[in-house]
């Protein structure tokens, strides 16, 4: 499996900057290869699984395509046939020859892709926030891209200054990234470069998250069968036969986890926390539910700033908010055996459901946090293949497989906050499935059950009371000079002078 690379297509006899030895997240031995266009030339590096087969460079990706024996029925009723040695981005870049752009469309899966064809370089997400893809262009000279912005070459990393509204634009324009003139492929998108024009550029989207709102009454059976059924085909299009959840007890893992002992041959369950702050009373209470044994993961707070710097070079931004939730699972991610296939994570059905919503909400408000908080994982990376690949560990998604968003979109946002209740429709959708008071415990995020975001915040305020809105600012103040660090400086979290940096910040 292909976990990380670079690209650089230069023209007008330009040449080519090293690309000998980009910075990748994850582990494995950098290869490359050339390959020349009629007009441009093209130097790619990447690393790979250590037992994936050769990379074709005519198409390349990240993450794995959930619906491949139907890709494959199609382009058999198209009168192609594809040898079983192929891997995913082959079967996709052979549809696309045929049927173009609806090739993406017919895609379901967590992946980024690159593909080349007739002097074309496509560079496509997938249709729900995973793997990344990054690029800059620049006219008639020059495009380079990279599934890490660490990868591209240091002088094409230029940071732009902190503000404290660059997060607004952010959702406004997922393709914004906090470096200068370098670009996120958004999911549902892909751009489209003109080899034989110098690389003229279109952006195109090619597929949205659908909202016909079919699941409007709260006591319609069939809306709680349908969050069934699309989860679980999630879930079993997942390969292999081994996995490792995650577990604290409350609604997302706990689902997740019962729906992987159906699915998978071996199953191992972990809760990570602090001596003072832990779920692992909760897990338990879930475990001991479908009768398996849970494994807790203890971890010292003191660790947290050097794993909030390793958590900034993997999502490649300074945002506190999605920094926090991110730690305790990195922190888990180091610590769990890397043997099984895949980890399975509950993250997602919080965006989806309105898990952030509070009291005084009317189902006004609900529908657009369910759009914003939507919007927000296009760029905040919290589903980057980066953050289980740096450990040599895959990490799944369920609930952000293409299928179930759009069932999930399709819930009136009513019933995701029914009479108070957060997430109310998955939760009464398992509500025969999972133990009671598993399935209608009250959330907790795993950043608050674990410590982390108190940490953080006394930290940077040493007891002294100030607003939430600063506080906020304060941490991403603080992480943005953390990124730069790590992402500019190229220094590592054992390098850093966090007090130092603590200082200017408050």
Not at 230 to 244: D, H, N, Y
């Amino acid at each position: 499996m292909l976990r990380g690379f670079f690209g650089e297509v230069t023209f007008q006899g330009r040449a080519p900057i090293a690309v000998d030895s980009p910075s990748f997240s994850v582990k494995g031995s950098p290869r490359t290869s050339r390959r020349t266009f009629a007009s441009a030339l093209a130097n790619f590096v990447w690393v790979q699984d250590r037992n994936a087969a050769s990379c074709p460079l005519q198409a390349w990706g990240i993450g794995s395509l959930s619906n491949r024996p139907a890709l494959e029925a199609a382009l058999h009723q198209l009168g192609q046939s594809i040898g079983g040695e192929a891997d995913d981005f082959e079967v996709l870049a052979r549809l696309y020859a045929v049927v173009g752009s609806d090739a993406l469309r017919m895609a379901d899966g967590h992946f980024c892709a690159v593909l080349i064809q007739d002097n074309h370089l496509i560079l496509a997400s997938g249709k729900t926030p995973g793997p990344k893809l990054y690029y800059k262009s620049e006219a008639a000279c020059r495009v380079v891209f990279a599934s890490e912005i660490k990868a591209f070459p240091t002088a094409d990393r230029v940071l732009k200054a902190f503000s404290d509204t660059a997060e607004e634009r952010l959702c406004a324009d997922s393709s914004l990234t906090y470096f200068e003139e370098i670009y996120a492929v958004s999911p549902g998108e892909y751009v489209l470069f003109d080899l034989s024009q110098g690389g003229a550029k279109q952006t195109f989207t090619y597929y949205q998250a659908q909202r016909p709102l079919r699941f409007i009454d709260v006591a319609d059976t069939n809306t709680y069968r349908s969050i069934r059924d699309a989860l679980w085909q999630a879930v079993e299009s997942i390969p292999g036969k081994t996995a490792i959840c995650l577990v604290s007890g409350g609604l997302d893992s706990s689902i997740i986890g019962k729906l992987a002992k159906r699915r998978f041959d071996t199953v191992r369950y972990y809760s990570v926390g602090t001596r003072d702050r832990n779920e692992f009373e909760h897990a338990r209470r879930f475990t001991d539910s479908i009768k398996e044994p849970c494994h807790e993961i203890l971890f010292e707070e003191g660790r947290f700033l050097e794993n909030l710097a390793d958590v900034i070079s993997l999502l490649e931004h300074p945002y506190s908010r999605y920094l926090e939730y991110i730690i305790p699972v990195h922190i888990a991610h180091k610590l769990i055996p890397s043997d099984a296939d895949v980890i399975l994570s509950g993250y997602g059905s919080d965006v989806l459901f309105a898990g952030f919503a509070k009291n005084h909400h009317t189902p006004r408000d609900i529908s657009a946090l369910i759009q914003s908080e939507y919007r927000s994982t296009y760029w905040a990376n919290e589903a980057s293949q980066t953050i289980g690949f740096v450990h040599d560990q895959y990490v799944a998604y369920p609930f952000f497989d293409s299928g179930f968003v759009d069932v999930a979109m399709a819930v009136s946002p009513h019933l995701c906050h029914y009479s108070g209740i957060e997430k109310y429709a998955l939760r009464k959708a398992y509500e025969d499935e999972i133990a009671h008071p598993v399935v209608w415990r009250k959330k907790v995020g795993i950043h608050e059950g674990t410590g982390c975001e108190d940490f953080f915040s006394q930290y940077l305020t040493d007891g002294v009371t100030i607003s939430n809105e600063g506080l906020r600012l304060r941490k991403d103040r603080f992480s943005y000079e953390v990124m730069r660090a790590v992402l500019v400086d190229g220094l590592t979290s054992s390098d850093i002078d966090f007090n130092q940096i603590r200082k200017a910040v408050i």
